[in-house]
């Protein structure tokens, strides 16, 4: 493992749950690849803004129980953890927003670059998701 990766990590995540965007995408380089969980892939950080604009909008999450893992040369990491959500506003081609709560476990897999994010691949069961909050 390579501590220098593991710490960008450790820091990217930290601005999320600060909910510290300006920090957050400072951590990404400016042609960031982003591939959206069982869905498209998105390049660059104004598309990765875009979506945490809608994601913050629509979603208040906070990421617990992280474990980071990273290779030996700092280039690439993993992260797994459980996402504790409310469900704010209806996303299009979603269920119905009515501040449903959710727990969902999840995981991300990021390639480094000079010290910041140029990927990131996030994954959840979307199936769960839609059975916690249709309930």
Known sequence: ??????????????????????????????????DINQGSRETGKEAFRAFMDRMNRNYKETLVDMVIMSNGEGTRAAAEFVVLGEYLKTDEGLPEAKGQKYRLPAGAFFDLREGKVARITNYYNLEDWVGQVSQ
């Open 1 to 34: 493992m390579n501590q220098n990766a593991i710490a960008i990590i450790e820091n990217y995540y930290a601005a999320f749950n600060a909910n510290d965007m300006d920090r957050f995408l400072s951590l990404l380089t400016d042609d960031v690849v982003h």
